[in-house]
């Protein structure tokens, strides 16, 4: 009999062999660890993707992206002169992914707290923060509202990391973290 | 119609065969193969176009190879061989005849037909949206309704093998419960069922939407469902491939399954929690929130870890019990030593098994964590993720599975013998390579299905550390050398199965329904004895170390990702 | 006729068989099991979860 051949009888109650039994013990408690871990973090770690998140449309998150680029616009960036917007500390600060861009540029300060909204106005993007690494999924018709706190100031790049089409990969943008004022 | 009931007996495995079943397994694999073929071309292109210093192809062309080279490989290449499994796994094995064998062959043409539609929609030009096909993309509607038809095929392949289920039970081919490794392939069918229907909940609107019979389709709807079908397509992978372990184990060593009672709750783990699974790649998402991702992203407490672990125990624990009562049985790892090393069967089968546990499982755990997710997602860490899991797992394991199907099912002795020794070696340890440098080079932020890191020409593009550029040029280097062991492969099985010496046995027979009655079973002691084999009353003592070797590892690695989270900038 | 005698494969033990092996035996019920689990817990939660999202102000 192997495992090509049919059992007869109880295998139900064919004892465990003691390796089998000693590993499942381990494997399983270490499952738990693992499982804890996440809510854990919820409480006790720092970073968590926020939850909050809203139904709009392109029109809508357009509108509001505008009015924050409207109040806070400090410069103009290369040729296609990207406004570079320098919200305060705790406001939010809107961010628009598209075919094949990312619309404004913002200007944080370091150690300061701001909501950040993402959304899409066509297809779905990659927020990808380099070379901090934390990538975020955009949605088209969907606002996603989370807390960030740069942490170091510097020069930082926002790639697309979702595949949008076939000039997906020249979609980049900056994001400046100055010391705070 | 009356039913064929043509049956041979394979004079050196003792497997029976019936005629349609052959027949349907064999041009099931031979579809399988010709998939592999194209989709290893297409990885080629793919390899070398993401290799820094070739970077081969122009931008459209690249999006058009990785969408075919995906859809060619994650679906047409692993779902035809799994629907050979799965007739392998109920007539065969069961002994029994192939319930229907005319809608077999209707499922058959249907993924035939539905597979070619869907290459002709990708290679025309206008279908290049990943094997993903996130709406609102859109691409031609040949392309969904290729997948759709494939699709239906696959549906009616796995019902039946249910009917086949049912047939072997009424006919009474066996007694007691179907082999272990059919309950693994029961295990494949029930999640393909699950992953054929939720396919088809998301495609069909989605076609109906390409032609403008639907106005809309939410992005956030698709994904959650598109991910019931796309990952769960690759747990059918991971049930067969289990399987396909035991069965090896079965075929190189007699090995026995160390509990059935373990091996099959195993199963039933991944039957009740694997599928939740797919909610890994909505952890970066918004708009579902943190209860939903956890529970599903752990698969309800990692309780389908749990079962992978305990398979990654139990397979080799059972060949390790095997050799040491063939008298291999000094230290830790005389068995292993004394593993026949040059059978492919077992090397493959082997190197899929430690290649699987810990490159692909440990790092989709990692990615599978709520938060871990950050840091890996839409990364290039993700495709080195699954090609460890898929490639170094379940391909491999087929590729194990075809050295003893090509003698035994196709009449062929194996041509290049010298050859087929290396094959898994040069496959897998390329593959595993190509894996880990994959990981590596995500872990620096290298974005998957991207043409050009560099940026060039872009004023505001990104400059990533040169060991991101030399991580992938050491993973295009060993995406070349899995590639050879890809040709290898293709050489061995393409050459046996056509131009092989035939290996001359007893043909098709009649054999009449109460000649196929099992036997009545002799009553076998249920607890088995192994004593004098083992120490300190452990019978695996070698795999149990290999497996605390592995936990190690795991608990390593994870806190290392979560040390490395807690720099980033803090979220909430 | 010989085979009366095979009636129940099982009866070389008079062993009633365990509800659980009874559970693993029918592929039918694995089936349902199979689909309800994920559908429930996966799809029909998160879709719950994807429509009661509320709309921007």
Redesign the interface.
Same mark, same amino acid.
């Given at each position: 009999?192997?495992? $090509?051949?049919?059992?007869?009888?109880?295998?139900?109650?064919?004892?465990?062999?003691?390796?089998?039994g000693?590993?499942?013990v381990?494997?399983?408690a270490?499952? *738990?660890i693992?499982?804890f871990?996440?809510?854990y973090? %919820?409480v006790y770690?720092?970073?968590? *993707?926020?939850?909050e998140?809203?139904?709009?449309t392109p029109e809508?998150?357009q509108a509001k992206t505008q009015a924050m680029v409207d109040k806070y616009k400090v410069r103009e960036e290369?040729?296609q002169k990207i406004p570079v917007v320098a919200p305060p500390a705790g406001s939010d600060v809107y961010l628009i992914a598209r075919l094949w861009s990312w619309w404004p540029m913002v200007e944080l300060e370091e150690g300061k707290t701001y909501r950040l909204h993402?959304a899409s106005m066509?297809? $779905?993007h990659?927020f990808? *923060?380099?070379?901090?690494?934390?990538?975020?999924?955009v949605?088209?018709?969907?606002?996603?509202v989370?807390?960030?706190?740069?942490?170091r100031a510097g020069t930082y790049?926002i790639?697309?990391?979702?595949?949008?089409?076939?000039? %997906? %990969?020249?979609m980049?943008?900056?994001m400046y973290v100055v010391k705070a004022k | 119609m009356a039913v064929n009931r043509m049956f041979r007996t394979c004079p050196s495995t003792g497997l029976v065969y019936h005629e349609p079943a052959e027949k349907l397994i064999r041009w099931n694999a031979v579809a399988a193969v010709v998939s592999l073929l194209v989709g290893g071309i297409l990885a080629l292109l793919v390899t070398l176009t993401r290799w820094p210093a070739v970077h081969l192809l122009p931008p459209d062309w690249f999006y058009l190879v990785l969408t075919a080279h995906g859809l060619d490989m994650l679906v047409f290449w692993i779902i035809f061989f799994e629907i050979a499994v799965l007739y392998f796994c109920s007539s065969v094995l069961l002994r029994c005849r192939l319930a229907m064998p005319g809608m077999a062959w209707l499922g058959f043409w249907l993924m035939i037909v539905g597979a070619l539609v869907n290459n002709v929609a990708v290679f025309r030009g206008d279908s290049s949206v990943m094997f993903t096909s996130y709406a609102p993309m859109g691409a031609h509607p040949a392309f969904y309704l290729g997948l759709i038809l494939f699709a239906v095929g696959a549906l009616i392949a796995c019902f039946v093998f249910f009917g086949t289920l049912v047939v072997a039970k009424a006919e009474r081919t066996y007694n007691g419960s179907v082999p272990l490794v059919t309950f693994g392939a029961v295990t494949a069918a029930i999640i393909a069922v699950f992953t054929i229907a939720s396919g088809a909940i998301i495609l069909i609107p989605t076609f109906l939407w390409s032609i403008g019979l639907v106005d809309y389709i939410d992005s956030l709807m698709y994904r959650t469902v598109w991910w019931a079908f796309g990952h769960s397509s690759q747990q059918i992978n991971v049930a067969a491939h289990v399987s396909v372990w035991y069965a090896i184990a079965a075929v190189v060593f007699g090995a026995k399954p160390m509990s059935e009672k373990v091996s099959r709750t195993a199963f039933f783990l991944y039957i009740c929690f694997l599928q939740l699974a797919s909610a890994h790649h909505l952890l970066a998402d918004p708009g579902l929130t943190s209860n939903w991702k956890i529970f599903n992203t752990s698969y309800a407490m990692y309780l389908a870890v749990l079962a992978s672990m305990v398979h990654g125990l139990t397979v080799p624990g059972a060949i390790e019990v095997a050799q040491r009562e063939k008298g291999f049985n000094r230290g830790l790892f005389e068995w292993l030593r004394k593993a026949p090393w040059s059978n492919p069967s077992f090397s493959a089968m082997f190197m899929s098994l430690i290649g699987f546990g810990f490159l692909g499982g440990i790092s989709g755990v990692m990615m599978g964590t709520e938060q871990l997710n950050l840091i890996i997602h839409n990364t290039i860490y993700v495709p080195g993720h699954f090609h460890a899991t898929v490639v170094v797992g379940t391909t491999l394991a087929f590729m194990g599975l075809t050295y003893f199907l090509i003698p035994t099912l196709f009449r062929r002795e194996m041509m290049f013998p010298g050859m087929a020794k290396w094959q898994p070696y040069v496959f897998g340890l390329g593959m595993m390579s190509f894996s880990l440098f994959m990981m590596g080079a995500g872990t620096l932020g290298v974005p998957r299905r991207h043409w050009d890191m560099t940026f060039a020409g872009n004023a505001l593009g990104y400059e990533f550390p040169g060991t991101a550029y030399l991580m992938m040029g050491i993973m295009a280097i060993s995406g070349l050398a899995a590639v050879v062991g890809g040709i290898m492969y293709l050489l061995i099985t393409v050459g046996s199965v056509f131009l092989g010496k035939k290996i001359q046995t007893p043909d098709f027979a009649r054999v009449a329904a109460r000649d196929g009655v099992a036997p009545k079973p002799v009553p076998q002691p249920v607890a088995v004895s192994h004593a004098g084999i083992g120490t300190a009353g452990f019978v695996a003592p070698g795999t149990f170390v290999l497996a605390l070797v592995f936990l190690t590892a795991f608990v390593l690695y994870y806190f290392v990702n979560w040390k490395y989270l807690s720099t980033v900038w803090p979220l909430s | 006729m010989n085979n009366a005698s095979n009636e129940s494969p099982l009866d070389v033990d008079d062993e009633p068989v365990p509800a659980m092996q009874q559970i693993l035996d029918n592929p039918f019920l694995l089936l349902f099991i199979g689909i309800a689990m994920p559908t429930v817990l996966y799809i029909v939660w998160g879709v719950m979860e994807i429509v009661g999202i509320p709309v921007a102000k």
């Open positions: 009999m192997n495992a $090509l051949t049919p059992p007869t009888g109880v295998w139900w109650k064919q004892p465990l062999d003691r390796v089998e000693t590993w499942i381990i494997a399983f270490w499952c *738990l693992m499982f871990m996440m809510p973090w %919820h770690g720092k970073q968590n *993707l926020s939850n998140a809203y139904r709009t809508m998150f290369t040729d993402l066509d297809w $779905l990659g990808s *923060l380099q070379p901090e690494n934390i990538n975020i999924q949605h088209p018709g969907y606002e996603h989370m807390t960030v706190t740069p942490t790049s790639i697309c990391n979702e595949y949008c089409g076939i000039n %997906h %990969h020249t980049a943008s900056r | - | -």
